[in-house]
């Protein structure tokens, strides 16, 4: 399962629209290591004012690796993150996101490439 879903939400979510700060919260309170990551990069990304900040840092188990993937994976999940924080994420492989400030177009195109995809590879992320 993706997300811990109070019964409140669920019940929200059953008779309209789910507010975004009360789904943002689920996705805190559901993946901690995912948000914990995704929150230092953002302050990182501040601090040094650069278009990007990115994690190059493997998870510590599958369940941290698994949340990055759930996270990330979810249209949904990403985009209510990239309103509440008003930054847009990138994702390339099992563990290295990326944080982008939203005018950053010209990084955010070289990080989703191709070639920087195949450039990011190695074999130890092969079964990642």
Same mark, same amino acid.
Request: aromatic share 8%.
């Given at each position: 399962? *993706?997300?811990?879903?109070?019964?409140?939400?669920?019940?929200?979510?059953?008779?309209?629209?789910?507010?975004?700060?009360?789904?943002v919260?689920?996705?805190?309170? *559901?993946?901690?290591?995912?948000?914990?990551?995704?929150?230092?990069l953002i302050?990182?990304?501040?601090?040094?004012?650069?278009?990007?900040?990115?994690? %190059?840092?493997?998870?510590?188990?599958?369940?941290?690796? !698994? %949340? &990055?993937?759930?996270? &990330?994976a *979810?249209?949904?999940?990403?985009?209510?993150?990239?309103?509440?924080? !008003?930054? /847009?994420l990138?994702? %390339?492989?099992?563990?290295?996101?990326?944080?982008?400030?939203?005018?950053?177009?010209q990084?955010? !195109?070289?990080?989703?490439t191709? /070639?920087?995809?195949?450039?990011? %590879? *190695?074999?130890? &992320?092969?079964?990642?």
């Amino acid at each position: 399962m *993706s997300l811990s879903v109070p019964d409140n939400l669920l019940a929200q979510a059953r008779t309209g629209e789910v507010d975004d700060a009360a789904f943002v919260a689920c996705v805190r309170d *559901s993946l901690p290591y995912a948000w914990t990551t995704i929150t230092a990069l953002i302050e990182r990304r501040d601090r040094s004012g650069a278009d990007f900040a990115d994690n %190059q840092v493997p998870p510590p188990d599958e369940a941290s690796r !698994g %949340q &990055l993937l759930r996270c &990330l994976a *979810s249209d949904a999940m990403r985009g209510a993150l990239e309103r509440h924080f !008003g930054v /847009r994420l990138a994702f %390339q492989n099992c563990h290295r996101v990326a944080v982008f400030d939203p005018a950053a177009t010209q990084a955010y !195109g070289e990080f989703v490439t191709p /070639r920087a995809q195949i450039l990011n %590879q *190695s074999p130890d &992320l092969v079964d990642c």
